[in-house]
């Protein structure tokens, strides 16, 4: 990076993708920004330069202690790992360590307490509701939606009636010729989950019956 461009980025303040910092000894919250930065849209972190936007300069027995530190603490804590780049780019007023944090492909990432976090503003968010976690999930492609069990229901909540004219129609028998029982049955076709009925079930069986259309089980 040019000395020019990362002036620019300063002069522009922290937002969504920079983060600045006048030095780091905290390994865990370096990494914690870190996470939070692959879990949204890649960025930047600038170590030398404070929460201001004043360049403070690293001196040269901090940007060798902190070409291990920064490397380590991050193989440490984060889960699963990331790839990123260090780079001194030397300013008038001291050298300034620029971490280069891409967009993770393997999402959500964590640390070594299971804790996810993402960038919200000029700073980090920890996700805390099961809602939160669960959308990080889906956009990783971990989780489909239809595959998430509807809260509060149970498989008697299915006319057995009803579900028997969608088995008929889709695989062109009884389900009670099945050695199996309804709930077990449910499960197996990702139309249940842990005894609760699934987004995709209530969806699919109402399609099959108005359309004729085959879903995927």
Same mark, same amino acid.
């Given at each position: 990076?040019?000395?020019?461009?990362?002036?620019?980025?300063?002069?522009?303040?922290?937002?969504?993708?920079?983060?600045?910092?006048? #030095?780091?000894?905290?390994?865990?919250?370096?990494?914690?920004?870190?996470?939070?930065?692959?879990?949204?849209?890649?960025?930047?972190?600038?170590?030398?330069?404070?929460?201001?936007?004043?360049?403070?300069?690293?001196?040269?027995?901090?940007?060798?202690? /902190?070409?291990?530190?920064?490397?380590?603490?991050?193989?440490?804590?984060?889960?699963?790992?990331?790839?990123?780049? +260090?780079?001194?780019?030397?300013?008038?007023?001291? &050298?300034?360590? &620029?971490?280069?944090?891409?967009?993770?492909?393997?999402?959500?990432?964590?640390? #070594? #307490?299971?804790?996810?976090?993402?960038?919200?503003?000029?700073?980090?968010?920890?996700?805390?509701?099961?809602?939160?976690?669960?959308?990080?999930?889906?956009?990783?492609? /971990?989780?489909?939606?239809?595959?998430?069990? &509807?809260?509060?229901? +149970?498989?008697?909540?299915?006319?057995?009636?009803?579900?028997?004219?969608?088995?008929?129609?889709?695989?062109?028998?009884?389900?009670?010729?099945?050695?199996?029982?309804?709930?077990?049955?449910?499960? #197996?076709?990702? /139309?249940?989950?842990?005894?609760?009925?699934?987004?995709?079930?209530?969806?699919? /069986?109402?399609?099959?019956?108005?359309?004729?259309?085959?879903?995927? +089980?």
């Amino acid at each position: 990076m040019e000395a020019q461009e990362l002036i620019e980025i300063i002069n522009n303040g922290e937002d969504s993708r920079h983060e600045f910092k006048s #030095n780091v000894t905290n390994g865990l919250s370096l990494a914690q920004e870190m996470i939070a930065l692959s879990n949204y849209k890649g960025g930047l972190i600038l170590i030398g330069v404070n929460d201001e936007g004043d360049v403070q300069g690293l001196p040269i027995e901090e940007v060798r202690r /902190l070409n291990e530190f920064v490397p380590n603490r991050a193989s440490d804590i984060i889960r699963p790992s990331i790839r990123f780049d +260090t780079e001194n780019v030397r300013l008038p007023e001291g &050298v300034v360590m &620029v971490i280069t944090v891409p967009e993770g492909t393997s999402k959500p990432y964590m640390d #070594n #307490n299971t804790s996810i976090f993402i960038r919200n503003g000029a700073s980090k968010q920890k996700l805390r509701s099961r809602e939160e976690i669960q959308r990080m999930f889906q956009s990783a492609g /971990l989780v489909q939606a239809d595959g998430m069990p &509807v809260k509060g229901t +149970t498989v008697t909540d299915i006319d057995e009636d009803f579900f028997a004219t969608f088995y008929q129609k889709v695989y062109g028998n009884s389900f009670k010729e099945q050695d199996i029982s309804l709930p077990q049955l449910l499960e #197996n076709m990702k /139309l249940a989950k842990i005894g609760e009925i699934t987004y995709g079930a209530f969806y699919c /069986l109402d399609q099959v019956l108005r359309i004729g259309y085959l879903c995927s +089980t």
